[in-house]
């Protein structure tokens, strides 16, 4: 079997190599980033399919970024990730070999008045929050193709809906971060400086639920051999943590021992956006590692790289 994955390099792609070599042993995995093709030209994307042959193709492939990055480019965000989207889509149709297409989206797709915890059915009963609007609506429509496609051309597709992602290779750069990632760049530099207190946006508010990026990679080949269904399927934990319990228990472990002040005037996002996880239980799936464990091992690798800036970090 060849298995193609665009977005390899990124954060959550260098998760999901291993994960699919381990339970593929001895199928061909074909690692793909920007390098390798422009995904916003329709003729890259056809001949990325004509060079590599792909029995399955996991599209990772896509613009992210945190809060702060969104709402000054939230044009950017929604033209690369819809145009990319929708070549991806239609060159693997015509393409007409591909056995399955796995296509993960952002939980920020969710209607910003979404309640929690927030299940499938609650995807097209609003608009996504303004701050990431147009990453996300542009996310969304993926699982309008994946009907769309399904229907048209028999193109058989898995989507899923990864929480708030952590872990290994996350993009730690400033202004850029997602919550977890920007928390600890921030406590390990300002330990570094001596720093006697550290800013936070927000007010701490917020609650959220986490998932580590390799239970969500351990999750894809479930999604390559079994599931087969145009329904997209929230990956998460499921449990719920304050951002202020977080940033407490990140200062606890990364030894700052400043203290804590809140930028009220920065924005929260949404003030509670925990995922209902009954569909991915119902399949026998769930996202073993616990929020303790997942940091530690993150921030054991942040330390490690930091440094040198070595295997990949994103600073």
Same mark, same amino acid.
């Given at each position: 079997?060849?298995?193609?994955?665009?977005?390899?390099?990124?954060?959550?792609?260098?998760?999901?190599?291993?994960? &699919?070599?381990?339970?593929?042993?001895?199928?061909?995995?074909?690692?793909?980033?920007?390098?390798?093709?422009? &995904?916003?030209?329709?003729?890259?994307?056809?001949?990325?399919?004509?060079?590599?042959?792909?029995?399955?193709?996991?599209?990772?492939?896509?613009?992210?970024?945190?809060?702060?990055?969104?709402?000054?480019?939230?044009?950017?965000?929604?033209?690369?990730?819809?145009?990319?989207?929708?070549?991806?889509?239609?060159?693997?149709?015509?393409?007409?070999?591909?056995?399955?297409?796995?296509?993960?989206?952002?939980?920020?797709?969710?209607?910003?008045?979404?309640?929690?915890?927030?299940?499938?059915?609650?995807?097209?009963?609003?608009?996504?929050?303004?701050?990431?609007?147009?990453?996300?609506?542009?996310?969304?429509?993926?699982?309008?193709?994946?009907?769309?496609?399904?229907?048209?051309?028999?193109?058989?597709?898995?989507?899923?809906?990864?929480?708030?992602?952590?872990?290994?290779?996350?993009?730690?750069?400033?202004?850029?971060?997602?919550?977890?990632?920007?928390?600890?760049?921030?406590?390990?530099?300002?330990?570094?400086?001596?720093?006697?207190?550290?800013?936070?946006?927000?007010?701490?508010?917020?609650?959220?639920?986490?998932?580590?990026?390799?239970?969500?990679?351990?999750?894809?080949?479930?999604?390559?051999?079994?599931?087969?269904?145009?329904?997209?399927?929230?990956?998460?934990?499921?449990?719920?943590?304050?951002?202020?319990?977080?940033?407490?228990?990140?200062?606890?472990?990364?030894?700052?021992?400043?203290?804590?002040?809140?930028?009220?005037?920065?924005?929260?996002?949404?003030?509670?956006?925990?995922?209902?996880?009954?569909?991915?239980?119902?399949?026998?799936?769930?996202?073993?590692?616990?929020?303790?464990?997942?940091?530690?091992?993150?921030?054991?690798?942040?330390?490690?790289?930091?440094?040198?800036?070595?295997?990949?970090?994103?600073?």
């Amino acid at each position: 079997m060849r298995i193609a994955i665009t977005g390899a390099s990124g954060f959550l792609g260098r998760h999901v190599l291993p994960a &699919l070599a381990m339970h593929y042993r001895g199928a061909e995995i074909i690692a793909l980033s920007s390098q390798n093709y422009n &995904l916003l030209e329709r003729a890259q994307v056809r001949q990325m399919f004509i060079d590599t042959q792909p029995d399955v193709l996991v599209h990772l492939a896509a613009y992210s970024g945190g809060i702060g990055i969104n709402r000054t480019k939230p044009a950017d965000f929604y033209f690369i990730n819809i145009i990319m989207q929708a070549l991806v889509f239609e060159e693997a149709a015509r393409y007409g070999k591909l056995k399955k297409l796995v296509y993960p989206m952002g939980g920020c797709s969710y209607p910003a008045t979404a309640a929690s915890p927030i299940d499938e059915g609650q995807m097209w009963q609003g608009y996504p929050q303004d701050e990431s609007a147009g990453y996300s609506a542009a996310k969304k429509m993926g699982i309008v193709a994946s009907r769309s496609y399904r229907t048209q051309h028999g193109l058989k597709t898995s989507v899923i809906i990864p929480g708030n992602m952590y872990g290994e290779y996350d993009n730690f750069r400033h202004g850029e971060s997602h919550v977890v990632p920007a928390f600890i760049r921030r406590y390990y530099e300002e330990k570094q400086a001596g720093a006697k207190a550290i800013v936070m946006w927000g007010t701490g508010a917020p609650q959220r639920d986490f998932v580590y990026a390799g239970d969500v990679a351990a999750l894809i080949p479930y999604f390559i051999e079994e599931y087969d269904s145009v329904e997209p399927v929230n990956i998460s934990s499921g449990t719920a943590i304050r951002i202020i319990e977080l940033a407490d228990t990140l200062k606890s472990t990364m030894g700052f021992e400043g203290k804590i002040q809140w930028d009220t005037s920065k924005p929260d996002g949404q003030m509670v956006k925990i995922f209902d996880i009954t569909r991915l239980k119902s399949l026998g799936l769930s996202c073993p590692t616990s929020l303790a464990e997942g940091l530690a091992k993150t921030i054991s690798w942040f330390n490690t790289h930091y440094a040198n800036k070595t295997d990949g970090i994103r600073l």
